[in-house]
Nanobody, 120 residues
Framework: QVQLAESGGGLVQAGGSLRLSCAAS????????MGWYRQAPGKQRELVAT???????NYADSVKGRFTISRDNAKNTVWLQMNSLKPEDTAVYYC??????????????WGQGTQVTVSS
């Protein structure tokens, strides 16, 4: 089994910052990629940012220049630094990881989600 433990969500005023973290644990051989998705009320889940084990990053256009994703491979941990937050960033943020398990299967895992609310 693999678990993703998220932390760092909360309430912040527009223009403020938050930092999300997600640590993976369990039956892990290798984490191929990690990242964050978000889902606002009434909307589909969308990609925010991802990072590979080689540190290649990918960002949604809406967050480029404001959010930074980083990763510690040794700690199986990913962070999302969110600056200049806007009310439209309000959503539940989900950690994601594509993992090679001890059975050498490649599987996708999701965290339970953490609420980020940006007030205007």
């Amino acid at each position: 089994q693999v678990q993703l433990a998220e932390s760092g969500g909360g309430l912040v005023q527009a223009g403020g910052s938050l930092r999300l973290s997600c640590a993976a644990s369990g039956s892990i051989v290798k984490i191929m990629s990690m990242g964050w998705y978000r889902q606002a009320p009434g909307k589909q889940r969308e990609l925010v940012a991802t990072i590979t084990s080689e540190a290649t990053t990918n960002y949604a256009d809406s967050v480029k220049g404001r959010f930074t994703i980083s990763r510690d491979n040794a700690k199986n941990t990913v962070w999302l630094q969110m600056n200049s937050l806007k009310p439209e960033d309000t959503a539940v943020y989900y950690c994601y990881a594509r993992i090679v398990t001890l059975r050498f299967e490649v599987r996708d895992y999701w965290g339970q989600g953490t609420q980020v609310t940006v007030s205007s």
